[in-house]
């Protein structure tokens, strides 16, 4: 009876654990599936974000317009701001940069956890693989909190009958051909095509901070913007002002209120070449009162 009583409790207890088992294994399942089903591209782990769709892509390989989807996770400095958590730029496998995507906040961007998308539009130009680079959103301008993270992706065959969607903007430099006595506030502007993308505002800006190529040096073009800024936000609200925020490198050894006055007036005339911009603030850190001082 005693023996009996036992095997009854032995059993229970093994079928406990059984059932345990079974319903862990299928909680898996449901979530693996899931996971796949969202997304067989998706970058896990503890790099901070996670890719949960490229596109329409086939058997690994990309075309353009390539939309892409994901999430941050909080981890490792991967956090919103401003309504944004990054950007992402595509290299062919030579290096060379074929586009540029603002990674848009779809949810709350005052979460750990934030949704986000953006478009490529693109030209590969014969390239069979290369790479998507994701940078964070860092607004404290730390290099330490810089990160970065790399998906190599393939192209697909059909992508060179692809046409890049391109467009002109203006960036503004001071010319002393054009301006002889250098008059600091007085900028002039040079043509750049780029891919266009959603957030032009930005792309101009970018094009800005990359300085002079050597033919526009030679027609007398001049920056008074330190190499390596880094553009941090830019925010443009309805009644035309435009908040743009840079790091701590803008101001870098900056002396005297004509090199002042000509940083602030390359940046000006860059936004203000679009009509929904008619002012602009500009920051460092999200500092506005003690930044670009003569």
Request: hydrophobic letters at 40%; proline letters at 3%; charged letters at 20%.
């Amino acid at each position: 009876m005693i023996k009996k009583k036992y095997m009854n409790k032995k059993t229970i207890i093994l079928s406990i654990v059984l059932l345990i088992v079974v319903i862990a294994g299928i909680s898996y399942f449901i979530a693996f599936k899931n996971r796949w089903i969202e997304s067989p591209l998706a970058i896990a782990g503890n790099s901070g974000i996670v890719i949960t769709s490229l596109g329409n892509s086939a058997a690994g390989k990309i075309s353009s317009p390539l939309e892409i989807a994901g999430y941050t996770t909080g981890k490792d400095s991967w956090n919103g701001f401003e309504g944004q958590v990054g950007i992402v730029k595509l290299f062919d496998d030579k290096g060379k940069e074929l586009a540029l995507g603002i990674l848009t906040a779809t949810t709350e961007w005052m979460t750990s956890q934030v949704y986000f998308k953006t478009s490529l539009t693109f030209n590969a130009n014969g390239a069979e693989s290369g790479n998507l680079i994701f940078y964070n959103e860092n607004p404290s301008g730390m290099l330490d909190k810089d990160r970065k993270f790399i998906l190599p992706i393939n192209f697909a065959e059909t992508q060179t009958e692809t046409p890049s969607e391109t467009v002109k903007v203006k960036v503004y430099f001071n010319n002393n051909k054009m301006d002889p006595e250098v008059s600091c506030n007085k900028v002039f502007p040079v043509e750049r095509e780029i891919t266009r993308i959603e957030a032009i505002g930005s792309a101009a800006i970018w094009e800005l901070l990359k300085g002079l190529t050597m033919a526009e040096q030679a027609e007398g073009f001049f920056t008074s913007i330190n190499q390596g800024v880094k553009l941090q936000s830019l925010n443009i609200r309805e009644d035309g002002t435009a908040f743009v925020d840079f790091d701590e490198q803008l101001q870098a050894g900056v002396g005297g209120s004509c090199k002042v006055s000509a940083i602030r007036a390359q940046i000006t005339e860059t936004l203000k070449q679009f009509p929904t911009v008619k002012n602009v603030i500009i920051s460092i850190n999200g500092r506005t009162e003690d930044i670009l001082q003569p």
